[in-house]
Every structure is written in C-alpha cells, then in structure tokens.
C-alpha cells in the first residue's frame, strides 16, 4: 500500500499545494521522489522515507538517509535558504521506543541546522504525526496532508500518470503562459523604431533643440502647459545606442507582461509607467530627457507585482533573476550621472501601482477597490503636475523662457518681469541682464542697455553678442 499512498499524496501535494517533481537523480523507486518548491530565495523540499528500514535502523543509517541527500541539493543551491519535509511512511504500528530513539536523530539534526520537519504516516491508522520540527511551516504542508491523509482510498486504483499531472497542474494554474502573439508590444517596438528614424530624417536625435521641438522632456515647457510631454518623450530616443537598449529591453520583457495582464492592461500599464517616470524625472531632474526607460521600468514593476501576487510561479518562472537585473540597474544608474534614475524609479512605481489597479488577463477590471485603485492613481499623477508645475514655475529656466516667449510678442513689460522674476532666482546667470538689455534698448533707454550689457560681460566675458552690442551703443 505504500507506493499508493506515495502516489496519491505526490498527485496532492502537486496540484494542490503546487510542489512539483524535481529530478535529482534517476527514479527508480517510488522513495526516489523528490518534490520542490521555489518561493523567491526560499525552496521547500519533500521527500519520502522507507518507514520499515528507517525506524529500526542504527542513528548512524538514519543520519546518512536524511544528511546525503541534503548535501546533495544544498551543493545545488548553495545561495538559497533550504527547508525539506521528510515523510517516514510505514507499512505497520510503531513502538514507543523506536519514536524515542528518533530524539537522538533530533539533536543531531539541531546541531547541523538542517531546516527539517520530519513526518510519520503510519499507513493502517491514516495519520499523519509531526515528529520534529525546526521552521514554521508556512507553506501548510501539515495541515493539508493530515487532511488528505485519511481520505486516501484503500481499495485498488488505477495507477497515476504523474508527469501528466504535473503538466496539467502547470498550464491550470499559470506556470506555462501560453504561446501567444504578442501584438502591442511589437506595435510599441515599430513606433519607438518609426518615429527615431522620422526625427533622423528631419535632423539629429542628439541634438537638445531637436529633441525639444519633436516632444521630449524639458521642464520649463512642462510648467508652461505642454503637459503632453510627459507621453510623448517615451517614445523619444537620444541616438541609436539608446534606442537600441530600449528596444531590447521592451523585446525581452513585454511580451510575458502583455502574456500575464492581457493586450489593453499591458498597454494601460505601459503608458502609465512612462507617465509615472516622466513625473518623477519632472519633479526631481532639470535635465532634458527622453525614452522609453521609464516604461521599462514599469515592466519590472508589473513583474514584481506579479511576484508578490504569485510567488510560487514567479519563482519557478523567473527565479531571483529579474530582481537581480533591477538591482543592477538601480545600481549602475546611481553611479552613472547621465541617466535618469528619477524616472526609472517613477516608472517602477508607476508599473507596480497599475497592476494592483487593474489585475491580472480576465480578473475584473472595475471591481470596488479597483475602482478606488484607479481613482488614487489618476489623483498621484495630477498632484505630482501640480506640485512639478508649482515648482519649475519659480525656476530661472521657467521665467528665461516664458521672458524670450514674451520678448517675440513684442511685450516687453511682461518680459522685463520674467527676467527680473529670473534674476531673483539665479543672480548670476548673464541671458538674463542681457536681454533686460535688448529690452532697455528698444524702449529707448541706451546707458540702461549699456549698464546691463556690462553687467554680463562681468558674469560671461566670452559672450560675443553681448560685446559686438554694447561696442553699437557705444559708437552712438
């Protein structure tokens, strides 16, 4: 009756608390099945014991049984917390005495901090005894089993195609995706790849003011309105290096997002994340920007949701690899300081919040608390605009520009008080005094000119514009 009660407990353990085979080793009996489980750096292992040689056997037999076949998956997984359940099954009762010798095995197994929780099952009672433990048993391994146990049939039963159920397992419960066409993010890919070579065609993706008129992050703009800059920088590319990388990036990680959480919230996820990242890049960075990073980083946020919300199959999937790859990330752009981490750390955000608002392919998209979700993250963007907008709306970039927009209308007063405005913000900075020249000159004022010509000359001596001026005014 033992293989059976293997058998059956294996098609348990695996379609219900979603232990799969791991094959260490040939099986060529029943008692070399092994079972695992991978919750991030955590990995449960369940073996079985043969009851009838294990209890009766010197502690010496007892040790090797439980320590080689330890050994043998820690070498494997050297960097990875490991727990096993061991199973003793045995085909008769037991006696108090063979228990009490197991109380050696436990000191034994204290003292070499092997993670164990050593289980009996006595098959005639149909139970299931905890001998020892030494971790918590989150997993609820026990407590299923002590359930299942007694309702094993004892009467015949076909036999069990265990790989079969495994596979069925997987695919039922989300391990296997799927191969499916993956539409949006290809579409997203071909726009990144269209609009690059529209803005090489019409000039150069590296040049600032080129960047600036074909839509790319710059704050002052922002704060003057033109909030659509915060959707269409990410789909901006400074040169083909970056456009490369990103187009990589979108390639490998896209297609699984828009696989878990369906086309239309992949591309909700995906727009929310670049916007998220603009934000964070307008809020905290003055430098020009553009790309797709930020949504990127959203993808990695979407794909730890996905591990917070499925653990067990974000780790049989992907492992620690992804979370090491956002690590690095992280990592490189804090010492890099030409990359805009403020808008790959917006976007994480940004992806992460989206997927807990909307969920997963075919999980209801307005539910009560989704809706709410969603109401919060429309209200995050608007408050991150109004506070950016309050924000760069005092800086002396925001009053240059909003000066020069003013000065090509003609109207000089409202210029003269963005310059001003400016200069009370950055004293030091020279496009200031001189175009508070050119406005003193046309209003008729030629030793003001001069004075502020002077003033910028003192701050920029090799401004030529400034000194081919006031050599005109002079000359009168």
Not at 196 to 203: I, R, V
Not at 251 to 260: A, P, S, T, W, Y
Not at 277 to 294: H, I, P
Not at 303 to 327: C, D, E, Q
Request: charge should be neutral; include cysteine; hydrophobic fraction near 45%.
């Amino acid at each position: 009756m033992i293989p059976k009660h293997i058998a059956c407990m294996t098609k348990h353990l695996i379609e219900d608390k979603e232990f799969f085979l791991y094959f260490h080793k040939p099986v060529e009996d029943v008692f070399d099945l092994l079972l695992h489980k991978q919750l991030w750096r955590e990995k449960y292992y369940l073996s079985f014991v043969d009851g009838d040689r294990f209890i009766g056997s010197s502690l010496d037999y007892q040790k090797s049984v439980l320590y080689n076949l330890y050994s043998e998956v820690k070498m494997k997984n050297r960097f990875s917390k490991i727990y096993f359940y061991q199973i003793i099954l045995l085909d008769r009762s037991y006696s108090k005495d063979e228990l009490d010798r197991l109380e050696q095995l436990y000191a034994w197994v204290k003292d070499e901090k092997i993670n164990l929780t050593l289980l009996l099952c006595p098959v005639p009672s149909d139970q299931i005894l905890t001998l020892f433990s030494n971790f918590e048993d989150r997993e609820n391994v026990i407590s299923s089993l002590s359930t299942y146990v007694p309702n094993i049939p004892h009467e015949s039963m076909a036999s069990f195609d265990l790989l079969e159920i495994e596979r069925s397992t997987r695919k039922n419960k989300g391990y296997d995706l799927g191969q499916k066409r993956f539409y949006l993010t290809f579409v997203l890919i071909a726009i990144n790849l269209l609009y690059w070579l529209y803005m090489e065609m019409t000039g150069s993706t590296t040049d600032i003011y080129h960047l600036i008129e074909y839509g790319a992050k710059y704050n002052p703009l922002i704060a003057n309105g033109e909030y659509y800059r915060l959707i269409s920088s990410m789909f901006i590319h400074i040169g083909l290096p970056h456009l490369l990388l990103n187009t990589y990036a979108l390639n490998v990680l896209g297609k699984d997002v828009e696989l878990i959480y369906g086309s239309s919230k992949f591309l909700m996820i995906y727009l929310i994340s670049g916007i998220f990242g603009s934000l964070g890049s307008f809020l905290f960075s003055n430098a020009l920007s553009a790309g797709a990073s930020g949504a990127i980083f959203g993808l990695m946020g979407a794909y730890l949701y996905f591990g917070v919300r499925k653990p067990a199959i974000f780790s049989a999937r992907y492992g620690m690899n992804l979370v090491t790859l956002l690590i690095i990330n992280i990592v490189f752009g804090l010492t890099n300081a030409n990359i805009d981490n403020y808008a790959h750390i917006g976007g994480l955000i940004g992806g992460f919040l989206a997927c807990w608002a909307f969920g997963f392919h075919k999980e209801r998209l307005f539910t009560l608390k989704r809706i709410l979700l969603q109401l919060m993250l429309i209200n995050i963007m608007i408050l991150c605009l109004f506070i950016g907008v309050r924000i760069h709306q005092n800086t002396s970039e925001y009053h240059l520009h909003k000066g020069v927009q003013y000065l090509r209308q003609n109207n000089y007063p409202r210029a003269r008080q963005q310059f001003e405005a400016g200069l009370s913000t950055n004293p030091n900075a020279a496009e200031f005094y001189f175009y508070l020249a050119f406005i003193a000159y046309n209003e008729g004022d030629p030793e003001g000119a001069a004075a502020y010509l002077e003033k910028t000359l003192e701050l920029n001596p090799s401004d030529s514009m400034a000194k081919k001026f006031l050599q005109e005014i002079q000359q009168q």
